[in-house]
């Protein structure tokens, strides 16, 4: 049981290089989301999705792209990066069980992105 | 907007004193409750979490929380810390239903030798 995996762990790129960083989990979790880190920022929300098929935008979504094609995949891509988008990307998941949704979120390690 | 607020964002204390990392929430009908800790380079790490019953719940390495609804708070504390408690502690909400998990921006614990 692997849980969260996220690929890479560290990315640079160049201002205007496109790239897709993926997150996979298999914990069959119907919720996930990527949430950014940013010194003194806390975590904050690009997207989220609720279910294979469902996105939706979270507090930063703009130049980011995300699908929900399988329950256990939901990638993020990044279509035109700035070094705005230079930060620490983390994807998480967590389950809906009999009360709701009201469980922990599962973390993984992050990615790196640096862009140039 | 629903937000969570984290009073402190460093907080020096020495080696074995007590420490109480503060953490307060919009109001709301129901909330859950959760502590994140994120050590240096690494991810975040699940500390607590309160989702329903007693107010005080237990966590991992000698951390409990309170849960105080009249004053909307979700404060954490440790009576006597260590060198390795040294991280950064997230407090996070989930308001209702399958909304998303409301991070604050989070609290720099340094422990002094």
């Known amino acids: 049981n692997a849980g969260v995996t996220q690929t890479p762990k560290f990315q640079v790129l160049k201002t205007g290089q496109s790239m897709t960083l993926q997150c996979a989990q298999d914990m069959n979790h119907e919720y996930m989301s990527w949430y950014r880190q940013d010194p003194g920022m806390g975590l904050r929300l690009i997207h989220y999705?609720?279910?294979?098929?469902?996105?939706d935008q979270g507090e930063v979504p703009n130049g980011y792209n995300v699908s929900r094609s399988t329950t256990e995949d939901f990638p993020l891509r990044l279509l035109s990066a700035a070094p705005s988008q230079t930060s620490v990307y983390f994807c998480?998941?967590?389950?809906?069980?009999?009360?709701?949704?009201?469980?922990?979120?599962?973390f993984g390690d992050g990615t790196r992105l640096s862009i140039l | 907007a629903q937000s969570v607020t984290q009073l402190d964002s460093q907080v020096p204390v020495f080696e074995e004193a007590p420490v109480e990392l503060r953490c307060n929430y919009s109001?709301?009908?129901?909330?859950?409750l959760f502590w994140y800790v994120q050590y240096p380079n690494q991810g975040l790490q699940l500390l607590l979490k309160?989702?329903?019953?007693?107010?005080l719940v237990k966590g991992i390495n000698g951390f409990e929380a309170e849960f105080n609804k009249s004053q909307t708070s979700f404060h954490l504390r440790k009576p006597s810390v260590h060198i390795s408690d040294t991280a950064e502690y997230f407090c996070a909400v989930i308001y209702s239903g399958n909304t998303p998990l409301v991070f604050g921006k989070g609290t720099r614990l340094s422990v002094i030798a």
């Open positions: 998480a998941s967590r389950p809906r069980d009999r009360r709701g949704w009201g469980q922990p979120q599962h």
């Open positions: 109001s709301s009908v129901s909330v859950y």
């Open positions: 999705s609720v279910g294979a098929g469902i996105t």
């Open positions: 309160y989702l329903s019953g007693s107010t």
